[in-house]
Nanobody, 120 residues
């Protein structure tokens, strides 16, 4: 079983930055990709960014392009989401997730989430 634990959320002013971390533990990590999702109450969960674990290829939701950067450290089994120029509409619970081996879209493993609040 793969376990994911997020950290790094908090309260930040508009225009500020946060770096989210996702620690992977459990059996050997063989997932195809890691993604960062977010969900605000009353809204559907949405994929914000994703990275192919082996190649490092990335995907970003249009509204975060140029502001967010997803990365991973294969040796340490860590994933990261650097968030700059944060806006109030970025406020949400952020989750890291990992796909099953061989699948770029089937996210089987989820962290518990970390709250990000952007407010003055």
């Amino acid at each position: 079983q793969v376990h994911l634990v997020e950290s790094g959320g908090g309260l930040v002013q508009p225009g500020g930055s946060l770096r989210l971390s996702c620690a992977v533990s459990g059996r050997t990590f063989t997932s195809y990709a890691m993604g960062w999702f977010r969900q605000d109450p009353g809204k559907e969960r949405e994929l914000v960014a994703a990275i192919t674990w082996s190649s490092g290829a990335t995907y970003y939701k249009e509204s975060v392009k140029g502001r967010f950067t997803i990365s991973r450290d294969i040796a340490d089994n860590m994933g990261y989401l650097q968030m700059n120029s944060l806006k109030p509409e970025d406020t949400a619970v952020y989750y890291c997730a990992a796909t099953r081996p061989g699948s770029p879209v089937q996210y089987d493993y989820w962290g518990q989430g970390t709250q990000v609040t952007v407010s003055s």
